[in-house]
């Protein structure tokens, strides 16, 4: 029901845009988020929004630099991120919650299979 996509290799100050297409229920009242883990690493919370867009929140390690968006006509979710560093090498997820604005993982019911995001320095 949620696939991430769109993660590769890059180097440090470059870009990426990862997609996370919905499929089999609607997500118009959820609450959209991005996590990621890094080898040896728990999983951390990345970003949110709500379907609509409204109440985006961001980690502060990517505030600035990564941007949530989203195609509602495609049911589509976006991760735009720019100024890539070393750091912010990990596998990206992409998750729904039935509450908003949550930033642990165990608040997220519904999760797609991860997308390898690799910055190289």
């Known amino acids: 029901q949620l696939q991430a996509s769109g993660g590769g290799l890059v180097q440090a100050g470059g870009s990426l845009r990862l997609s996370c297409a919905t499929s089999?229920?609607?997500?118009?009242?959820?609450?959209m988020g991005w996590f990621r883990q890094a080898p040896g690493k728990e999983r951390e919370f990345v970003a949110t929004?709500?379907?609509?867009?409204?109440?985006?929140y961001y980690a502060d390690s990517v505030k600035g630099r990564f941007t949530l968006s989203r195609d509602t006509a495609k049911n589509m979710l976006y991760l735009q991120m720019n100024s890539l560093k070393p750091e912010d090498t990990a596998v990206y997820y992409c998750?729904?919650?039935?509450?908003?604005?949550?930033?642990?993982?165990?608040?997220?019911?519904?999760w797609g299979q991860g997308t390898l995001v690799t910055v190289s320095s």
């Open positions: 089999g229920r609607t997500f118009s009242n959820y609450g």
């Open positions: 929004s709500s379907w609509s867009g409204g109440g985006s």
């Open positions: 998750a729904a919650s039935s509450r908003y604005r949550m930033v642990v993982a165990a608040a997220y019911e519904y």
